[in-house]
């Protein structure tokens, strides 16, 4: 947009000079280049999942893995399940059979992961990879989109992420990771495509899981889900994936899993560690002594099983004092069937946990009652 001579000798006269005059017309062109999306002509929309809670459709997901962990064979579980159209584990969602774009540096198709797909009765039909050039394909390669167009897969993985940002790319700046991470984080949305990126784990190991990852944080930034695979401290024959994040639903419980030689991965039931418990190999199972749900039901019951009710930050804070997670302590309420009132209004408003059988109307209604349960 240009300045029409009449306004720009109206600002010459009032001491503008012409450098000025065309830094407000590049102003001018900035402002008239804003798109504006305004939220009330958004379509609300729920979030569509691959792998309920695990693996959102439309959305990046990270799978970090130690080495030797399992992390191909896991994979390979995942991938032939979707293939046949069979319901993920924990999961009751059984979506059509689709195709899955499976990039991996690392291991040979033919001598490696077809062999282990096979195993797990992958149909081999809906499972495609790109071939790659010399230079190598990377997250912003248009072949990503060009097969994602075409082929219309609920899965893409790349593993592992490394030899997938280019090798321009220092994984370690946040300016250089941040646009391709983006780039991939559209193509999902744009395509409702699944991806997965498998990572290496660094060697921090008293880190917690969700810092374990390498190079920038905003690679952890960009996903939506974040899974861990590690080996079970008390056994390291059973491999644990847990969650180390999850901005779209509640945690997914922890599964336990292992290698079977003929079979491939077998799941073996639903684990009561967690991410951090197998990311940090020093910090076993005894060492931690982590309070299980059976303590947390116990705390519960130990407080409210008197009156009927407490206070639910009396029960919060007395959990945290015993070291037990909030996540462990919800799960010991909904198995307890506790119930969650809520008394007052406004700032007044206070929070009850109770027993099955008592209602709303015996919880404590007024100031004296309230200062006699405090004191009590």
């Known amino acids: ?181 983006r780039h991939l984080g559209v193509l999902a949305e744009k395509y409702n495509c699944a991806i997965v990126i498998v990572e290496h784990t660094s060697k921090a190991t008293k880190q917690a899981a969700l810092l374990r990852g390498i190079g920038s944080m905003d690679i952890t930034g960009a996903a939506r889900s974040v899974l861990v695979l590690g080996k079970d401290p008390a056994d390291p024959s059973q491999i644990i994936l847990a969650q180390a994040k999850n901005n779209l639903a509640q945690f997914g419980k922890s599964i336990a899993l292992h290698i079977d030689g003929s079979r491939g991965i077998v799941w073996d039931g639903f684990s009561e560690l967690e991410a951090d418990d197998i990311m940090n190999p020093t910090r076993t199972r005894a060492q931690k002594m982590a309070p299980t749900k059976d303590d947390a039901k116990q705390l519960i019951l130990n407080l409210i099983s008197n009156k009927g009710y407490e206070k639910s930050e009396v029960i919060k804070a007395a959990a945290e004092n015993e070291g037990i997670s909030e996540r462990t302590l919800y799960n010991a309420k909904s198995e307890l069937k506790v119930v969650h009132h809520q008394i007052g209004k406004g700032g007044k408003q206070i929070s009850w946990w109770t027993l099955p059988d008592v209602s709303k109307d015996d919880l404590p209604k007024n100031s004296a009652e309230q200062i006699k349960i405090d004191a009590s």
């Open 1 to 181: 947009m240009q300045i029409d001579e009449e306004m720009k000798k109206r600002l010459l006269e009032t001491g503008a000079t012409e450098a000025e005059i065309g830094d407000m017309e590049m102003s001018l062109n900035a402002l008239n280049d804003i798109s504006i999306v305004r939220f009330c002509d958004v379509l609300t929309q729920s979030v569509e999942w691959l792998w309920f809670p695990y693996i959102p459709l439309g959305k990046i997901t990270l799978l970090r893995a130690d080495p030797g962990t399992g992390k191909t064979y896991t994979m390979s579980r995942i991938i032939a399940d979707i293939t046949n159209g069979n319901a993920l584990y924990g999961d009751k969602n059984r979506l059509a059979p689709g195709v899955v774009v499976y990039q991996n540096a690392e291991d040979g198709i033919g001598d490696t992961l077809k062999p282990r797909l096979e195993k797990m009765g992958a149909n081999m039909e809906r499972v495609l990879a790109i071939a790659e050039p010399n230079e190598g394909l990377s997250f912003t390669s248009p072949q990503i989109e060009t097969v994602l167009q075409r082929y219309k897969p609920k899965l893409l993985v790349f593993d592992p992420l490394q030899a997938y940002l280019g090798a321009d790319v220092n994984m370690n700046l946040a300016n250089e990771i941040r646009p391709k991470m």
